[in-house]
């Protein structure tokens, strides 16, 4: 379906994230007719550019990250030729009067800030100054949300000063993901899963974002957050909200973000004994953690793991796991829930019994599998079996089927449509602050140091503990 005529400036239009995701994203919207052709796409940066020289930086952004069965020509030409630039500085003066000309009348505006959070106030305040945003302009703003309670505070009291919180699109591209909506869709559309989604039913629930890459690079910016910060207080907190919260009473933005809201204000405070960070060693050829950190006695982590409980109603008695890391086994992100034993076993021979796992794949192959208990097929008596009930995503589309959008084309649609249902809310993000301050600060103050592990492996010892004194295991990243 096609969204609104739109003009969308991205601040940041020559940056690392426009032209790995936006641009690209927005191309593919393009291709697949979503996006009308009389809408504009402005880029706004401090470099001296003119609009030839954004669209050969669009085009070869387009061509580099778009897969190449999905490039089309004449399409390609079409789109490049909504594409133009104003050079702006956001602390500055200059260029604000070429973009406002640029800006039509009666379209949807957005105003995307991929730039650095401490320019999202200039541009707010020179938005509004100049009479650009009105009160129907919308703003999308990228992570980091700040790095403490404080800061986020801070942040959104500058974002209030000119716009109001149904303005503000502040993105997590987690919410974005196929299967992150699609564990909405399961949850809310089946009468299947509800009545078992309570600590009565589900022994525990696992939350795993495990990557290969380490942060070789972006070491010394990555060293200033560290996993709690970069992954666990934003993309894990949403996952563990859209499995733990309430069903909201309808599919409403705000409807949705009361719930998630609920439950990070129902988290536990984390114990000491409950979590363990890790930084990867050296190896492979390759250098540590804290080579890359450029800092020898660095204490940031590059991995965690976690144990929180919600106590709520239903899910008192249910622990969450939580584990990411950098340089693990595989590049793997899942959440499951296990659920627990029934009550009585009727089979004499139960060897052979595991618990159900309902597990949600983000990636690779997004979908979804829930372990089921059968006989084990064949003449060899009742002896029990464990297969998966697969529900991957490819399966259900088809090879020929349409290609998945990515979360960065989701969101900017919903942007534009004005559907605020999968962007945080700024009291949610305070909230998860609140909840990650006293952990970060808990740990500081003791003075931790993160345990070193293995690149390749699956995380430091220690983590594994973390679930085998509970009697549980983690699964296995692969
Ligand atoms: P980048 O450094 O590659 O690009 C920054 C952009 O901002 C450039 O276009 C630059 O010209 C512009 N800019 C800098 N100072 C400016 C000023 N004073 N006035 C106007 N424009 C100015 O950064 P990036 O990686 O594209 O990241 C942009 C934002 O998105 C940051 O907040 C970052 O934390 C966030 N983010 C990036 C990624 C990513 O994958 N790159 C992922 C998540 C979030």
């Known amino acids: 379906i096609p969204v609104d005529p739109f003009d969308l400036v991205i601040f940041g239009g020559t940056g690392d994230l426009a032209k790995r995701k936006i641009l690209p994203g927005l191309y593919r919207r393009f291709l697949a007719g979503q996006i009308p052709s009389d809408s504009a796409i402005i880029g706004a940066a401090r470099a001296d550019m003119d609009d030839a020289g954004f669209r050969d930086l669009a085009r070869a952004a387009i061509v580099e990250f778009v897969a190449a069965d999905r490039i089309d020509d004449t399409v390609l030409a079409a789109f490049i030729e909504r594409l133009s630039y104003v050079s702006i500085d956001a602390q500055g003066s200059g260029g604000w009067s070429a973009l406002k000309k640029k800006m039509r009348k009666n379209t949807v505006r957005a105003f995307y800030f991929s730039v ?54 502040r993105i997590d591209h987690y919410l974005g993901k196929e299967t992150v909506q699609n564990l909405m869709a399961v949850r809310f559309a089946n009468i299947l899963f509800e009545p078992l989604w309570k600590s009565e039913y589900v022994d525990h629930v696992q939350i795993t974002v495990a990557e290969t890459v380490g942060v070789d690079g972006r070491g010394a910016y990555y060293d200033k957050s560290g996993a709690m910060r970069d992954m666990v207080q934003n993309h894990m907190m949403q996952l563990l909200c859209l499995i733990a919260m309430e069903p909201p009473y309808h599919f409403d933005p705000d409807a949705v973000r009361d719930e998630k809201l609920k439950v990070i204000r129902a988290l536990d405070p984390v114990l000491p004994e409950d979590i363990v960070r890790g930084q990867y060693l050296a190896g492979s050829g390759q250098g540590g953690y804290r080579d890359h950190a450029g800092d020898a006695a660095s204490r940031t982590e590059s991995y965690i793991a976690l144990k929180v409980n919600i106590s709520n109603w239903r899910w008192k008695g249910t622990p969450f796991y939580l584990r990411t890391g950098k340089r693990l086994r595989a590049r793997t992100s899942e959440i499951a829930i296990t659920f627990r034993e029934p009550p ?86 305070e909230a998860a602050w609140a909840w990650t301050d006293p952990i970060i600060e808990g740990w500081e103050k003791r003075g931790d140091r993160p345990r070193g592990y293995d690149p390749g492996s699956s995380g430091p010892e220690d983590a594994l503990m973390l679930m085998h004194r509970d009697g549980r295991r983690w699964r296995e990243i692969r």
């Open 116 to 169: 650095a959070p401490s320019l999202f106030g200039d541009l707010a305040e020179r938005l509004h100054g100049h009479g650009i945003a009105d009160e129907d302009s919308r703003i999308v703003v990228e992570k980091p949300f700040g790095r403490d309670l404080a800061s986020a505070r801070e942040l959104n009291a500058v974002l209030a000063r000119h716009f109001a919180e149904g303005q503000i699109y």
């Open 344 to 429: 009585h076993s009727i089979f004499d021979d139960a060897e052979g019994w595991r618990e159900n796992v309902l597990v949600i794949r983000l990636q690779p192959n997004e979908g979804m599998n829930l372990m089921v208990m059968i006989k084990e097929p064949g003449p060899g008596g009742m002896r029990l079996t464990q297969v998966p009930l697969d529900m991957s995503f490819a399966t259900v589309l088809g090879e020929e089927g349409e290609d998945i959008p990515d979360a960065y084309e989701r969101l900017i649609m919903d942007v534009i449509r004005g559907n605020q249902t999968l962007f945080m809310r700024g009291d949610e993000v």
